[in-house]
């Protein structure tokens, strides 16, 4: 059972245009979200996290909005960079009672110049 | 500097072979995670521990075991019975083991010979 879902496995975006990925789950006790960026063969880095009593964290280029409702996500990036290049994984997890972080398959981004 | 070392980058097993994978970390983190990536699904937990001499199965064990005999140590053995061990293997640490953010190593590239 996929409690979190990425569906789209890459995305192709101009230089300079908006970045937006998305993430779906299906857990509604999740009450924190994060993102990580990976490049091939290194470990994933934390990008930018949000708690569920918010709707929106922002930092710097990098934006997360969560739906609550919808049991949606997603991580805007603007401008994008070719840089930004990588694969992107959101993770959900529950505060309360020292739960895991759970994985979505991850979204291969491609910024094309 | 601090950070989670993996070691080795590369390790190629041999048909009934076990192979340990090392993971060292100087963050003094409580806990430590095992994650193995494919491609397309993801980062899934194989093993985590939250504190030293104790350590819990995660998605998916099956094949593989650990040890946390030290704080800054959390060795993970792919044993002869795993028999799909080729696979990206991620170490990761943090505080609490919840909501905090996981620091990752490296990663180490397992294949079959």
């Known amino acids: 059972d996929q409690q979190v879902k990425q569906n789209s496995p890459s995305l192709s975006v101009q230089e300079g245009r908006i970045s937006i990925l998305n993430c779906d789950y299906t857990?509604?006790?999740?009450?924190?979200f994060l993102w990580y960026k990976k490049y091939p063969a290194e470990g994933p880095t934390f990008l930018i996290s949000i708690s569920s009593i918010k709707d929106k964290n922002e930092d710097g280029r990098f934006t997360v909005f969560l739906n609550k409702s919808a049991k949606h996500l997603s991580l805007h990036i603007v401008p994008s960079q070719p840089g930004d290049s990588a694969v992107y994984f959101c993770?959900?997890?529950?505060?309360?009672?020292?739960?895991?972080?759970?994985f979505g398959q991850g979204t291969r981004l491609t910024i094309n110049p | 500097d601090g950070g989670i070392t993996q070691s080795p980058k590369y390790l190629f097993r041999k048909e009934g072979q076990n192979v340990t994978l090392s993971c060292e970390q100087n963050?003094?983190?409580?806990?430590m995670y095992w994650y193995r990536q494919d491609p397309g699904q993801g980062l899934r937990l194989i093993y985590y521990s939250q504190i030293v001499n104790d350590f819990q199965k995660g998605d998916i064990a099956e094949g593989y075991s650990v040890s946390r005999e030290k704080k800054e140590s959390f060795p993970l053995t792919v044993t002869s019975a795993q028999k799909n061990p080729t696979a990206f293997y991620l170490c990761?640490?943090?505080?609490?083991?919840?909501?905090?953010?996981?620091?990752f190593g490296s990663g180490t590239q397992l294949s079959v010979l």
């Open positions: 990761a640490s943090n505080n609490h083991g919840a909501g905090e953010k996981l620091f």
């Open positions: 993770a959900a997890t529950r505060i309360q009672g020292a739960q895991k972080l759970v």
């Open positions: 857990n509604s006790m999740f009450d924190y």
């Open positions: 963050l003094n983190h409580d806990a």
